[in-house]
């Protein structure tokens, strides 16, 4: 293992996850609800009565962010860029599996682990072990 | 109406706060995932910037116990660690590794108009809409209110 100094942003990852924090304390002071961003889009689907819109609502606000930050700090898109059925493939894993674990890296990666949930204490490192595992394999083994 | 308003403020701020730390990039977070080669460590920095500012949140919330809307707090109340949750996790973690997406950069990659995002979104929506097919045929109807 080396570390990659080039692409390291220590400054702007640790204050970027300082506002993901403070948007899963809004949510959980105000509302009582937790930041699980594969669960509220889940449900979002389902959406049939008002008491569930304000998953739309926090929706809008995570596509309404880039606009903002693009005139804040020059925010630039990223390049998706892997083939079609690479991102096909990928967004049927994540929803799936995010459905039958109960959660993604915002519900268990950093509200259950900061509530110290033990099914999140739990699914955050399988998750982060099987992501380090598939790109070991993507990028070393099968190329 | 200040529920919804609630809402959108934290998707808002999440939404900034996802753009500000790298993980909507799939190349940043590849980087990351990516321990064999130049490790970039900056993501472990979100994470722990993220649980930092929200594990005293919870435990004032906890201490509360209803949120300021004056409704319950909807916490999991689940412990237990079953088949489903490692299954569901270590699923979750192939998709993440391939596509260097997550739900949360992926709805926020849709905003900056990425037809590489919507495409990753619109599987996603399909992946969640198969689970809870089958989830109805396996499952008893109680058991479907308990997750996150």
Redesign the interface.
């Known amino acids: 293992m080396s570390i990659d100094l080039a692409h390291f942003t220590p400054y702007s990852s640790l204050a970027g996850g300082a506002l993901i924090g403070v948007a899963a304390s809004v949510l959980i002071l105000g509302i009582g609800r937790i930041l699980g961003a594969a669960g509220i889009f889940a449900r979002a689907l389902e959406t049939r009565d008002a008491s569930g819109f304000w998953r739309l609502w926090l929706i809008a606000g995570l596509l309404a962010a880039p606009a903002i930050a693009h005139f804040a700090w020059g925010a630039v898109a990223p390049a998706v860029s892997s083939p079609a059925v690479m991102l096909m493939v990928a967004g049927l894993l994540v929803g799936f599996g995010a459905r039958l674990g109960s959660g993604c890296t915002s519900g268990h990666g950093v509200c259950g682990i900061a509530r110290l949930s033990p099914r999140s204490l739990v699914a955050t490192p399988v998750f982060m072990a099987t992501g380090f595992a598939t790109v070991f394999l993507v990028r070393h083994v099968l190329s | 109406m200040s ?26 977070v ?2 990351f ?11 472990a ?11 005293p ?6 201490k ?1 116990c ?4 004056g ?6 109340k ?4 079953d088949a ?21 950069p ?12 919507a ?14 097919a089958l ?1 109805l045929r396996l499952r008893s109807p109680r058991a479907l209110t ?3």
């Open positions: 529920r919804n308003l609630i809402a959108l403020a934290a998707g808002l701020i999440f939404g900034l706060g996802l753009c500000l730390s790298g993980m909507c990039d799939p190349s940043k590849h980087g995932l990516d321990l064999a080669g130049a490790w970039d460590p900056s993501l920095f979100v994470m722990g910037g993220a649980i930092t500012v929200a594990a949140a919870f435990a004032f919330a906890r509360r209803v949120a300021a809307t409704e319950p707090l909807s916490l999991p689940r412990r237990d660690i489903p949750l490692l299954l569901g996790a270590a699923i979750f973690g192939i998709g993440w590794g391939l596509g260097g997406i997550c739900p949360g992926g709805i926020v990659d849709v905003g900056f108009l990425s037809s590489g995002a495409i990753f979104v619109a599987a996603m929506a399909l992946g969640a809409l198969i689970y809870c989830d308990q997750d996150a």
